[in-house]
């Protein structure tokens, strides 16, 4: 028998500390003494494995609420798991430094007293128990969905969602959304497919079944030419934030229609705005600060331009704020934190929060919306020797900015006297890879112009 005492799965960030309860039920079975089984939480909508980086608590700890358990790497930041009960820690299913654990797998068993640790048998893999209890979870959501009112909640669909319930043949009004928004995400399909709440009738028939294609391709492994499989390389382990950066920019070039335009901006008028605010009134912004409010504005005046493609509905759907992601490289692979409603906020204010997302990111301390959503992204070389280059979308946003380094260059300018005479000038390359579905040449055209005024007259950002 399963005594009732559940826990709610939520990430959330409290002190800097990522939060992390999960869904567990206490069991009672034959020959055991009541135990919890706590399984893979998925931290994040695309989370479907996870490693187990660190364990923080050993077997026959105690666990105090707040005790930090462990250390999970997801495929957005590595989390700390507090424990949101009291209890024992009887037994570690999953050892330290394991990788690609797949999200519900049994990961350790806590028990309520200590002396209740030594009857928990070493040889047990509790994975029927908790198959057992998230099954019946799924029937018990299933039940409190209401379709008509999830059916009005679902106005974003993410491309890759879209297409995977398309190839299912699911009922959207039986899924339940979880992104920004009200958007459906891949992870949302995923976890309906797993729970087998959304099945069509259509689907729930038996299909003919299709020859394996295994044997195939343990042929063609066979037939490789031998200097090819004797071969020496180093393989590169990869992180889940990376694999997932891998499969999402796949599908990107794969599936949204990529528009380049681009254009050369003189940087000198930014250059001297940036210094007059060190030298005349003692504040610290950089370039890529600058950037931001230039092009967040610039998306604020032509609201065309800041919006996504709905696949649902087959047309174009506007964001409701200006909302600018930021790439951040880690250790771990590339970060996307956000600043919120960018158009509102001063150069200061843009500059002080991207320091703090930046540490964070690298830190793997994100919280879940510091990077989940974003109207639009800008990707910045130019503290390398890059002077041009292409950035791939981010779906489900329709535009992405590459800023490469500003190099010195003569160029004829006019005197204030109307002659022209040569002068050196700072210029910087900017790459705009759009949706070709919402940027159209008119977009596009008015955008640039935007974002060109706002670099040759720096006081409009003041506005």
């Known amino acids: 028998m399963a005594r009732a005492n559940l826990v709610t799965l939520r990430p959330a960030s409290i002190g800097g500390r990522h939060k992390v309860g999960m869904q567990a039920r206490w069991f009672s079975s034959t020959g055991l003494p009541p135990h919890m089984v706590i399984g893979m939480p998925a931290l994040s909508p695309t989370m479907n494995q996870g490693n187990l980086t660190k364990w923080r608590k050993q077997e026959g700890d ?6 930090v358990i462990c250390e999970i790497e997801t ?8 424990s949101l009960e009291e209890g024992y820690l009887a037994k570690i299913l999953v050892p ?24 928990i048998p070493a040889d047990t893999s509790f994975r029927g128990e908790h198959d057992e209890d998230q099954s019946s979870g799924s029937a018990a ?54 729970a087998g709440t959304a099945s069509s009738s259509a689907k729930e028939k038996t299909a ?50 990529h528009l380049y335009l681009s254009k050369d901006v003189i940087l000198d008028p930014l250059l001297a705005f940036r210094n007059e605010l060190k030298e005349q009134h ?61 158009d509102q906020k001063t150069i200061s204010a843009i500059s002080s929060e991207v320091k703090q997302l930046a540490e964070k990111a690298r830190a793997g301390k994100l919280a879940p919306n510091e990077f989940q959503g974003g109207s639009f992204s800008i990707s910045n070389l130019g503290m390398y020797p890059v002077d041009h280059f292409c950035a791939i979308i981010n779906p489900p946003q329709a535009g992405i900015l590459a800023v490469g380094r500003g190099n010195k260059v003569v160029e004829p ?13 700072t210029k910087m390359s900017l790459t705009l890879s759009a949706d070709h579905r919402i940027f159209d040449g008119q977009v596009g055209g008015k955008f640039f112009t935007e974002l060109a005024l706002n670099f040759s007259d720096i006081r409009r950002l003041l506005l």
């Not at 891998?246 to 599908?251: D, F, G, I, V």
């Open 282 to 342: 003692g504040v610290k912004v950089s370039v890529n600060d600058i950037v931001i409010k230039a092009v967040a504005l610039a998306l604020r005046n032509v609201p065309e331009a800041n919006a996504y493609w709905d696949n649902a509905k087959e047309e174009a759907q506007k964001w409701d704020s200006v909302d600018i992601s930021i790439a951040v490289a880690t250790e771990k692979g590339l970060m996307t934190p956000i600043i919120r409603n960018a």
């Open 62 to 67: 105690k666990i105090e609420v707040g005790d």
């Open 413 to 425: 300018v006019m005197d204030s006297d109307g002659t022209e005479k040569a002068a050196v000038v």
């Open 141 to 194: 959501q299933s039940v409190e969905v209401d379709a008509a009112e999830q059916s009005l909640a679902l106005r974003h669909i993410s491309p890759t969602a879209k297409m995977l319930i398309k190839e299912h043949g699911l009922n959207i009004s039986l899924l339940k959304a979880s992104g920004p928004r009200g958007t459906l995400l891949k992870g949302d399909v995923l976890a309906a497919l797993k």
């Open 208 to 257: 003919p079944a299709t020859p394996s294609p295994q044997p195939a391709r343990d042929s063609q492994a066979q037939s490789l030419p031998t200097s090819q499989k004797s071969g020496t390389f180093e393989d590169m382990t990869n992180t889940q934030i990376r694999k997932v950066i891998a499969k999402r920019l796949l599908e990107s070039k794969q599936t949204t229609p």
């Open 75 to 82: 495929d957005k930041a590595t989390l700390e798991f507090e």
């Open 96 to 119: 330290e430094g394991s990788k690609d654990v797949q999200v519900g797998q049994p990961i350790f068993v806590t028990v309520e007293d200590s002396e209740d640790i030594a009857k």
